[in-house]
């Protein structure tokens, strides 16, 4: 695909929508136009982009009036938007017909038709992935001390049991101590998740995140940062387990910094 002129963020939390502005000013776009939200949205993104529409969480009919107005043929969801979020503020009439529409109302359905409703007004929704391909994650040891056998193979066993939890939709997210399940992320999700399993397991175990079989890396796409990686210290897990390929670090030297200082291996998997 050719650079496109003008790229719209459709920008929620965290500092996903920064670094992505940063890598699509560096991949050649040259004017980035953001749907940012209320109480969501960083406001020092601002600083990085050339228009922002600020909107509450909801307003889908104003979001596709910026977006067709902003002059963007592509855009790209970064940051999280939670579908128990999305419509969570007053939705508008145009948000109440997309959801009257659909039978089953998860992550896919929503952000499907959302991004039906994005390319009736003339906008391709690209991969969240998209200009970010450095920071995603490479297989094998990325941070931290070097982890013993039975500690990998525990990291394994995560990676299936993960793969099998996503597959059926319920989450990405699991923690694990010698060959046992402590905590499976659902609703609440990955930190919380973190948190349950930490306290159950006491100290040493592990995390792991994957990506849902047949992903749409559209809309969601596996993310840890130093968030991610406060949470586990907190939590006194010993590894957290990563897809290669398929889950972005961010802010990958501050990362790397805090797996060493606090003695947590960050570990790519594949299957």
């Not at 990998?152 to 699991?174: C, M, N, P, W």
Request: cysteine-free; hydrophobic content about 45%.
């Amino acid at each position: 695909m050719d650079t496109p002129k003008t790229l719209a963020i459709i920008a929620g939390n965290g500092v996903y929508p920064q670094a992505m502005a940063r890598a699509a000013r560096a991949a050649g776009v040259s004017r980035l136009a953001v749907a940012a939200f209320q109480n969501e949205t960083d406001p020092a993104l601002t600083a990085l982009v050339d228009q922002v529409e600020w909107m509450r969480v909801g307003q889908l009919g104003k979001m596709l009036n910026f977006l067709q107005k902003s002059g963007a043929s592509h855009a790209v969801m970064s940051g999280q938007i939670h579908p128990k979020n999305l419509f969570d503020l007053r939705p508008d009439i145009k948000a109440l017909i997309v959801l009257a529409r659909l039978k089953r109302r998860n992550a896919e359905s929503i952000f499907g038709a959302i991004a039906d409703e994005m390319k009736s007004v003339g906008v391709e929704l690209l991969p969240a992935t998209t200009y970010m391909e450095e920071h995603l994650a490479p297989a094998g040891l990325i941070a931290g001390p070097k982890l013993k056998t039975r500690d990998e193979e525990d990291l394994h066993y995560g990676f299936h049991i993960a793969k099998e939890s996503s597959r059926l939709d319920i989450g990405q997210t699991v923690v694990v101590k010698n060959g046992t399940v402590l905590a499976v992320e659902a609703f609440e999700g990955t930190n919380a998740a973190i948190k349950r399993g930490g306290e159950l397991g006491r100290k040493d175990a592990m995390m792991v995140k994957v990506s849902k079989p047949n992903q749409d890396f559209r809309f969601d796409v596996p993310v840890i940062g130093p968030l991610t990686l406060e949470a586990a210290r907190e939590a006194r897990l010993r590894a957290i387990g990563v897809e290669a390929g398929y889950t972005l670090l961010l802010e990958k030297e501050k990362l790397a910094a805090l797996a060493q200082e606090h003695r947590i291996s960050i570990f790519g998997l594949k299957e």
